[in-house]
């Protein structure tokens, strides 16, 4: 009783809930969008069909308008365990592509938005030149630079990661500098003046008291940003034409009508954003502990 | 001692000894080009005066930034004439780069005054006119190919050359698909925040997920919408509905969950019902959270919808713009593109601001900000 209690009170029992009832709601859709083709189908074949076997059909069609979870599923368990993950036709492959492009952008975009966020936080014309811009920075749609910058770079002989990295470092590099000029200027006056009594330079101030205090926000703004940061590579891969990578599967799936292709990308990527954010959660978790913060 | 005042005299003086360009065999120098010498002599003297008067304020701040902006046209004029200025214009670059410190005084001295909003304008303009002026300059006077990199007023030029297929394409993109799917997602969004407050049930399963969702490159949806509802706006305001909502819901979750219990027991002591608590209390309440969201949503929206257009349009959009005319090279009508959307991006956003600021006067942030 009091297990159950504590199931349906917590979250457990509530999310378990809304996920099966997405999954319900998922396979009635699979029905309703897949049918207008499959009764076409059958008055074109004469066939003679009931309900029964027209769900059967719609949750097993080669190229479904929307595929039924367990196609996706088995799909999945076919390009990412069947397949060797050096084969071009495994997942795993383009989801590590992917993945390169998106780590690399994120360290980059991360060293540029930290190095922003020390500029603006001592120079009070950088902050005040300089931090507008950072904002108005992000009102821009920066993906449409997307193919500029992979076609610009291109031109010059550079290829692969980086183009793609530069798209990444782009998007992340906002959530870091804000989060970091609040973690930099967290220390309040008291704790200021103390190390002012004790006579600390800047840099003594800065490495001993303002980076301290903005870890819990530097990690904060790290897991937003990771996350956007695997948005810009996915989105850097689509204009170089479906080469490789998590973008490149969603592209030649539109191409070619695989709706069952695009969807198991789509959900490879999802759970690739879920990691990406959970070990940066878990990095945190150490960091923070090893710190002495009580979490 | 004035450093930066100081290095731009010395660079300048530098600068006047040594080639700014050349024309087919010989240098070209200063004095060669009037138009060139009296702007930057007019600026050094600028430069002078405020070095030995030390003056600080509104008055010698607004006098060195007309010493820049004057300094600033004798690169502009230079370039201008058929000639060469490559790495060989020593003098040139050398000017440049002392302008630079020249411009950073300036907004050094425009920074420290202690203004309202218009100073708040003032020092980030000059500093955008800046980078703008540099990129102005590198590229035209290294020639940059304008395949690799346009000059703003290539760009200029490309905006208004353009100005019907520009005008065409923010129709079709910002007016039908952004402003439709912002409109629609974020109502579902608010609406179904609202039911689910209601419901402890679904609100304990939901706001889980929609945390989770906001690791989910949603935007990969795009080549399934387009599937399904075709290549016009529909499909890209479709695409705008599933990445508005979760940031909507989850805000408007979080706003409707700011009240304290202290006004809620108040709000019972006047036996108000639910309806009328919601509508003067918990909503006021969570408009700062919602105004968040719109303000996320809304540069969301026009990511989205440009994305969208790369799997698929009507010969018609932005999207489809930048990415047909990157393939034919006419990179200048893409930054043009590209310029158009930053304006609309940013006007969006600022309007949505602005009247967060007059919807939310009585928020601690403004507040402060006023006294």
């Known amino acids: ?9 917590g979250k457990t029992i509530p999310v378990l809930a809304v996920v099966l009832s997405l999954v319900v709601i998922w396979y009635a859709g699979a029905v309703y969008l897949n049918k207008d083709t499959l009764i076409s189908n059958y008055e074109r074949n004469n066939v003679t069909w009931y309900t029964g076997k027209l769900i059967d059909d719609a949750w097993s069609m080669e190229r479904p308008i929307l595929p039924a979870p367990h196609q996706i599923a088995v799909e999945i368990n076919k390009t990412v365990f069947q397949k060797k993950i050096t084969s071009k036709r495994s997942l795993v492959y383009h989801a590590w592509i992917t993945t390169s492009a998106t780590l690399l952008g994120f360290a980059m975009g991360g060293v540029l938005g930290i190095l922003l966020a020390v500029g603006i936080v001592h120079v009070r014309t950088l902050d005040r030149s300089l931090m507008p811009w950072v904002i108005a920075s992000q009102t821009i749609p920066i993906l449409a630079i997307a193919p500029m910058i992979i076609v610009v770079l291109g031109n010059m002989g550079i290829t692969g990661l980086l183009p793609k990295s530069i798209i990444s470092m782009y998007l992340c590099f906002f959530p870091i500098t804000i989060g970091m000029v609040k973690g930099l200027r967290s220390p309040d006056v008291l704790q200021l003046d103390l190390m002012r009594t004790y006579s600390a330079s800047t840099s003594q101030i800065f490495w001993k008291l303002r980076v301290p205090a903005s870890i819990p926000f530097l990690f904060a703004s790290l897991k937003v940003a990771v996350a956007i940061s695997l948005v810009g590579a ?62 | 001692m004035d450093r930066p005042l100081l290095a731009f005299l010395v660079l300048t003086l530098l600068a006047l000894f040594l080639p700014i360009g050349s024309v087919g065999e010989g240098d070209l120098y200063w004095a060669n080009s009037m138009g060139a010498l009296i702007p930057a002599l ?31 046209n004798a690169p502009l004029t230079l370039i201008a004439a058929d000639s060469s200025h490559s790495f060989g214009a020593l003098g040139l670059w050398l000017y440049v780069i002392g302008l630079g410190f020249f411009a950073w005084r300036a907004m050094e001295m425009m920074s420290a005054i ?22 102005q300059v590198i590229t035209t006077g290294f020639q940059i190919p304008s395949v690799l990199l346009p000059s703003p007023s290539l760009i200029w030029a490309a905006i208004l050359g353009n100005g019907d297929i520009l005008a065409g394409d923010f129709y079709q993109t910002f007016v039908k698909s952004v402003l439709s799917g912002f409109a629609m997602g974020c ?21 889980p997920l929609g945390s989770l969702v906001s690791a989910i ?47 809620k027991d108040l709000m019972r002591s006047y036996a108000a019902s639910y309806f009328q608590t919601l509508l003067f209390v918990r909503l006021p309440n969570a408009l700062p959270f919602i105004f968040n969201a719109l ?13 969208a257009e790369f799997f698929g349009t009507p010969i018609v959009g932005m999207g489809f713009r930048i990415s047909t005319e990157v393939g034919r090279m006419n990179v200048d009508i893409v930054w043009a593109t590209i310029a158009i959307a930053a304006v609309a991006g940013s006007a969006f956003y600022g309007i949505l601001a602005l009247v967060e600021r007059t919807l939310t006067f009585w928020h601690p942030s403004y507040r402060s900000a006023r006294g």
């Open chain 2, 217 to 263: 490159p949603i935007v990969g949806i795009a080549p399934i919408m387009v599937m399904w509802f075709g290549f016009d706006w529909q499909s890209k305001a479709a695409v705008i509905v599933v990445m508005t909502f979760f940031p909507m819901l989850v805000n408007t979750l979080a706003g409707l969950d700011a009240t304290s219990h202290l006004e």
């Open chain 2, 114 to 135: 202690k203004g309202g909003r218009i100073i708040s304008l003032v020092v980030p303009a000059l500093f955008g006119m800046w980078l703008l002026y540099l990129w």
């Open chain 2, 42 to 72: 007019i600026s050094a003297l600028i430069a002078i005066f405020q070095l030995i008067r030390k003056g600080s304020g509104p008055v010698p701040a607004i006098l060195v930034t007309i010493g820049v902006l004057v300094g600033a």
């Open chain 1, 1 to 9: 009783m009091s297990l159950w209690h504590r199931l349906y009170h």
């Open chain 1, 234 to 295: 996915i989105v850097g891969e689509l204009p170089t034409g479906a080469v490789a990578g998590i973008g490149a599967r969603l592209l030649s799936g539109s191409y070619y009508g695989q709706t069952i292709q695009i969807w198991s990308a789509l959900i490879v990527a999802s759970v690739l954003g879920m990691l990406l954010v959970y070990a940066a959660g878990v990095i945190e978790k150490l960091v923070m502990t090893r710190m002495g913060y009580r979490i």
């Open chain 2, 187 to 207: 109502g579902s969004g608010f609406l179904v925040a609202i039911l689910v407050d209601k419901v402890p049930f679904m609100q304990r399963g939901l706001l």
């Open chain 2, 295 to 307: 303000k996320i949503n809304s540069t969301l929206a026009l990511i989205g919808a440009i994305v």
